[in-house]
């Protein structure tokens, strides 16, 4: 088979850079290793940036983000039993963020891509790029005993942390910087009204809690644990009792608690592999690089490596112009970088660290003081949230 752009990866990253060009004209093929079911049974975060909900529109793919998504103008802090109100709107110029399922928005991107008679080929096996430093790379892989390739202009790694691309890169070009951290989220996903119409990030002496949604009848619920918990050993009713004690009383006084339909622990990582584009591969969302979800910049940074690369494609294919290819690496780590550093930051100060000196913890305490009692502060908090300019 021949195509322009192979893509490796029917994620989010994948699934919208084919979309997008497949409408201007630029015929792509998607490899992705799983079945469609599995890809949609994944719970992932659910924050969109302005720019990232403006892509799908340009993907023709936001007719049901529109009506079934949530624009959320703020967010509240829980510290010191208080709540504090982070107001996107009025710090961040007028801008807000979309409260929509990472997995509806796949879906989304897989009834799109049918709509159009896109080629996604699912259960690919042993998915190999080569000969990626000549102008004619191919994408080797096997569907049940048989063997296929496909010859193309462009190969895109968009298949995540544990992906193939971002290792056929060869070591000595690639340098990789990582942060693990001592904890990870223990999630869960619940048929139950959200305690607030608005996220509210906790920080507590027993450990971070998040209290997000999905709609107004399914919220999402993560507290702290230590890296040794096991999912299995949290019943609902323990969960449901420490995020309460994690929470400002009378937040607590409110929580719906019910069964839960979904509960996973997530270590929390930083992650970054430089440079994003070996030859003709070009990487990009989790195949480069991962946050911890404090922030909810991971989907929102895919979005921005995926803008980039789509115009780059656009200016190559359609006026014979390579700058924005040449440029993507620099270009995307950039922001990718910025990201890292906010997401690092929220981290940081609402996370308690195992063996925190008392006056790094007076340091973590100072950073949510002077961030309320600072319109720069809460400015700049804003306008990452809301996702920096492309
Ligand atoms: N061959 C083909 N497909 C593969 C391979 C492989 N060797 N390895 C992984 N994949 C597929 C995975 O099954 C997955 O469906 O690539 C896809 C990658 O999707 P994601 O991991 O969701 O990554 P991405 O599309 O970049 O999405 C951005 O931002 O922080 C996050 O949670 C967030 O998943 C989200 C991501
Ligand atoms: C989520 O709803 O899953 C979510 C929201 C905000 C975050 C992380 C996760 O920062």
Not at 51 to 75: N, P, S, T, V, Y
Not at 160 to 172: L, M, N, T, W
Request: glycine share 8%.
């Amino acid at each position: 088979m021949n195509t322009q752009v192979c893509i490796i990866g029917g994620g989010p990253s994948g699934l919208l850079l084919s979309q997008l060009l497949h409408l201007k004209g630029i015929e792509t093929v998607v490899l992705e290793r799983q079945s469609r079911e599995y890809v949609l049974s994944r719970i992932r975060a659910g924050v969109l940036e302005h720019g990232f909900a403006k892509l799908m529109r340009e993907a023709q793919c936001g007719d049901r983000m529109e009506r079934e998504g949530e624009i959320h103008d703020g967010f509240f802090i829980a510290h010191e039993g208080k709540m504090d109100r982070v107001d996107l709107h009025k710090y961040s110029g007028g801008n807000s963020v979309m409260v929509y399922g990472q997995t509806e928005l796949t879906r989304d991107l897989y009834e799109a891509r049918d709509r159009m008679k896109g080629i996604v080929i699912h259960n690919a096996e042993d998915v190999a790029p080569h000969d990626l430093k000549s102008d004619k790379p191919f994408v080797t892989y096997r569907v049940g005993s048989e063997s296929k390739r496909i010859d193309c202009d462009f190969i895109i790694g968009a298949d995540g942390f544990h992906g193939v691309s971002r290792k056929s890169i060869p070591a000595h070009v690639l340098k990789e910087y990582e942060k693990v951290y001592p904890f990870g989220w223990l999630g869960v996903l619940s048929r139950t009204k959200p305690v607030s119409p608005e996220l509210i990030y906790a920080k507590h002496e027993r450990g971070f809690a998040l209290c997000s949604l999905r709609s107004q009848i399914l919220s999402r619920y993560y507290i702290q644990v230590p890296l040794s918990d096991k999912v299995e050993e949290w019943s609902d009713e323990q969960f449901w009792d420490e995020l309460k004690r994690r929470l400002p009383a009378e937040v607590a006084a409110t929580l719906i608690t019910g069964p839960t339909i979904e509960k996973s622990i997530a270590p929390l990582r930083s992650f970054v592999a430089e440079p994003m584009r070996y030859g003709n591969l070009f990487l990009a969302g989790d195949a480069a690089h991962i946050v911890p979800p404090t922030g909810a910049r991971g989907l929102n940074t895919a979005g921005s490596d995926i803008h980039y690369l789509y115009q780059a494609m656009l200016a190559h294919y359609k006026n014979g112009d390579s700058t924005g290819l040449e440029q993507y690496s620099e270009k995307a780590l950039t922001r990718v970088w910025k990201a890292q550093r906010f997401a690092w930051w929220m981290t940081t100060m609402l996370h308690n660290f195992p063996d925190t000196s008392e006056y790094d913890q007076k340091l973590k305490e100072v950073d949510l003081t002077y961030l309320f009692s600072s319109e720069a502060g809460q400015s700049s908090l804003a306008e990452n949230y809301v996702g920096l300019p492309y």
